[in-house]
Nanobody
Framework: QVQLAESGGGSVQAGGSLRLSCAAS???????MGWFRRAPEKEREAVAS????????DYVDSVIGRFTISRDNAKNTLYLQMDSLKPEDTAMYYC?????????????????????WGQGTQVTVSS
């Protein structure tokens, strides 16, 4: 079991930046971690994923070049740096984690691939 707690959301104008943080109860076990979002009246979608052991991060096409996922295993914290924010980025953002996942296994950008979820943090981007 992994407990996750997001923070860092808020309201910004288009073009602005925010950095989300996700405090995890532990990140010592090899697993995938990701950021997801759910906009009003839309389904939850993947934003970015990364393995706790390192390797290449993956992003949904709409955020490539604007968002950066990173992790600090020593602090048990996952981050999402969001730059050049757009109104369509407005959503509740969630941190998620899988159970054990070997470093060579891909970290899928799929909601059903993740087992543990935080409560979310709201991001609102105004035009």
């Amino acid at each position: 079991q992994v407990q996750l707690a997001e923070s860092g959301g808020g309201s910004v104008q288009a073009g602005g930046s925010l950095r989300l943080s996700c405090a995890a109860s532990e990140m010592s076990i090899a697993r995938c971690m990701g950021w997801f979002r759910r906009a009003p009246e839309k389904e939850r979608e993947a934003v970015a994923s990364i393995h706790t052991g390192g390797g290449t991060a993956d992003y949904v096409d709409s955020v490539i070049g604007r968002f950066t996922i990173s992790r600090d295993n020593a602090k048990n914290t996952l981050y999402l740096q969001m730059d050049s924010l757009k109104p369509e980025d407005t959503a509740m953002y969630y941190c998620a984690s899988t159970q054990f996942r070997s470093w060579w296994a891909p970290c899928l950008l799929r909601v059903d691939a993740y087992n543990y979820w935080g409560q979310g943090t709201q991001v609102t981007v105004s035009s």
